[in-house]
C-alpha cells in the first residue's frame, strides 16, 4: 500500500493469514512453514537490525537455529513463493498497474555474500562494500508491492571465480547478466504469468539499454525509461539529430502544460510537461518535465512507448505522471540528475543472509505500510522523457 495510507490491523491480519495460507504449500514440513510465518512478521515489524538473532527473538525463539536452517537448509523453492507472492499480489492490485524497475543495495561488511565486492549503491551513494540487487514491482491504483528479484552478479569477479561462486553457494548454471537483462527476465516472467500490465517504467540504468527498449516494443508493452541528457533524438519528422536537454531548452512557452504528477505531502505536485515527437514513425516522442519553480534544463531524460491512443497530451502528461514521473526514494534527495522515472519499493530487504538461494528476497511485499506512515515520498522531478508508442 502506498506511504500514509491508514491500515485496519484486523483487516491486515486477515490478509496475511490468506497470504501466508497461499504459500503454506510451498514447505513440505510444518516446522519450516510455521517459522517461515515468524520469519516474515519479524521482517515486518519494527525490529531495527533484520538478522535470524534478531528475528528469532521477536518471534519468542530462545536461539536462531529455526530461522538460520528456514534460509540454509529447508526444503523449498523461493522461486515458487516468489510466484505465489507475485499471484496474489496481481489478484489483489487489478490491471491498470504498472511493472516499475530498478535496483537497490545492501551494504555489507564480509567478501563472502553472494555478488559482494566494492561497487556503487544508491543505498550509500558511493562506492561501497555492496550486494546489488534488481526489483520489480507491480504499482496500481490499489497499492504496491515488489514481485520479482535478481541477484547481479559482478562480471569480472563472481562470473569468473568458480571458487568464490561454489563457497556461496551460486549455482554453476547462473551466468553473468546486466542490470538491464535482469529487468527483462523479470519482466518477460511477469507478463507469462499472466500480468496484465501495458506499462514498464524504471530509471536510466534501463532507459539506456537498447536491448531491453526493443524487447518491450516487440512485445507490445508500453515504457517510460529514463535515458541521459546527452541522447541524440530525431526531430522534424526524422530530419534533424539534436541532444534531449537541448530541445527542451528551446521549447516555446505554449508549448508546456501544467499537470499533477500525483498528491504529495503538501497537496498535489504539478510540473510543466511537454511532448516532442521524435523519429518517423510517430511511435517515439520525447516527454519533458520540469519544476516550474526551476524550469532550466534538466540532465537526463526518459524514454517511453505505449499505444497511441494514450498519448494526446495533456492526458498522456497526467498518466504518465502516476506512472514515469514519481520516484520514491528510501534516502535524502540529493541535487543531481532531474531525468528519472518510477521507484516503487516497499521498504528495505530485511534478510540479512548471505547464500545465493535467499539474499536476493527481500522483506515480504505484504507488509500493512509500504514504510512508515510519518514519512512522506520523496520525488525527483523528471524534466525530459524520450517517448515511443508501441504499435
Known amino acids: 500500500m502506498a506511504a500514509g495510507q491508514s491500515v485496519d490491523p484486523a483487516r491486515w491480519r486477515?490478509?496475511?493469514?490468506?497470504?501466508?495460507?497461499?504459500?503454506?504449500?510451498?514447505?513440505?514440513?510444518?516446522?519450516?512453514?510455521?517459522?517461515?510465518?515468524?520469519?516474515?512478521?519479524?521482517?515486518?515489524?519494527?525490529v531495527e537490525?533484520?538478522?535470524?538473532?534478531?528475528?528469532?527473538e521477536e518471534a519468542g525463539h530462545a536461539r536462531p537455529g529455526a530461522m538460520q536452517r528456514l534460509l540454509r537448509s529447508s526444503r523449498w523453492d523461493a522461486d515458487e513463493v516468489r510466484d505465489e507472492v507475485r499471484s496474489y499480489v496481481l489478484d489483489h492490485f487489478g490491471d491498470d498497474g504498472v511493472l516499475v524497475v530498478d535496483e537497490t543495495g545492501f551494504l555489507k561488511k564480509g567478501l563472502h555474500s553472494a555478488g559482494v565486492q566494492r561497487q556503487y549503491t544508491g543505498t550509500a551513494g558511493r562506492i561501497e562494500n555492496a550486494q546489488v540487487g534488481v526489483?520489480?514491482?507491480?504499482?496500481?491504483?490499489?497499492?504496491?508491492?515488489?514481485?520479482?528479484?535478481?541477484?547481479?552478479?559482478?562480471?569480472?569477479?563472481?562470473?569468473?571465480?568458480?571458487?568464490?561462486?561454489?563457497?556461496?553457494?551460486?549455482?554453476e548454471q547462473v551466468e553473468f547478466a546486466t542490470k538491464p537483462r535482469l529487468a527483462l527476465q523479470m519482466i518477460e516472467a511477469a507478463l507469462d504469468a499472466g500480468c496484465?500490465?501495458?506499462?514498464?517504467?524504471?530509471?536510466?540504468?534501463?532507459?539506456?539499454?537498447?536491448?531491453?527498449?526493443?524487447?518491450?516494443?516487440?512485445?507490445?508493452?508500453?515504457?517510460?525509461?529514463?535515458?541521459a541528457c546527452t541522447t541524440r533524438v530525431r526531430i522534424n519528422q526524422d530530419r534533424t539529430v539534436a541532444r534531449a536537454d537541448g530541445v527542451a531548452a528551446t521549447l516555446p512557452r505554449d508549448a508546456w502544460h501544467r499537470q499533477s504528477a500525483g498528491a504529495g505531502a503538501k497537496g498535489p505536485r504539478y510540473y510543466d510537461w511537454a511532448w516532442v515527437q521524435t523519429g518517423a514513425d510517430?511511435?517515439?516522442?520525447?516527454?519533458?518535465?520540469?519544476?516550474?519553480?526551476?524550469?532550466?534544463?534538466?540532465?537526463?531524460?526518459?524514454?517511453?512507448?505505449?499505444?497511441?491512443?494514450?498519448?494526446?497530451?495533456p492526458r498522456s502528461c497526467a498518466s504518465l505522471g502516476s506512472g514515469g514521473a514519481s520516484r520514491s526514494a528510501s534516502k535524502p534527495q540529493k541535487a543531481r540528475s532531474a531525468w528519472t522515472t518510477t521507484r516503487s519499493v516497499t521498504g528495505p530487504p530485511g534478510t540479512a543472509t548471505s547464500p545465493w538461494p535467499c539474499s536476493h528476497w527481500p522483506s515480504s511485499p505484504l507488509s500493512p505500510s509500504a514504510r512508515s506512515p510519518t514519512r512522506a515520498p520523496r520525488t525527483r522531478t523528471v524534466q525530459s522523457a524520450a517517448v515511443t508508442r508501441s504499435t
Open 14 to 46: 486477515v490478509m496475511f493469514d490468506q497470504a501466508m495460507a497461499r504459500i503454506a504449500g510451498r514447505f513440505r514440513r510444518v516446522e519450516p512453514r510455521a517459522t517461515a510465518r515468524a520469519f516474515v512478521l519479524g521482517l515486518l515489524s519494527g
Open 49 to 56: 537490525r533484520k538478522n535470524c538473532w534478531q528475528l528469532a
Open 135 to 171: 526489483f520489480l514491482a507491480y504499482a496500481s491504483s490499489r497499492g504496491r508491492a515488489l514481485i520479482d528479484r535478481r541477484l547481479y552478479l559482478p562480471e569480472h569477479t563472481w562470473c569468473r571465480d568458480p571458487e568464490l561462486r561454489s563457497g556461496s553457494g551460486v549455482p
Open 196 to 227: 496484465a500490465s501495458s506499462w514498464v517504467t524504471g530509471d536510466e540504468v534501463y532507459g539506456q539499454d537498447p536491448q531491453l527498449r526493443s524487447a518491450l516494443e516487440a512485445r507490445g508493452i508500453g515504457y517510460v525509461l529514463a535515458v
Open 282 to 313: 510517430r511511435n517515439r516522442c520525447l516527454l519533458i518535465r520540469r519544476n516550474p519553480a526551476t524550469p532550466q534544463p534538466a540532465n537526463s531524460p526518459s524514454t517511453c512507448a505505449g499505444h497511441q491512443a494514450r498519448w494526446r497530451c
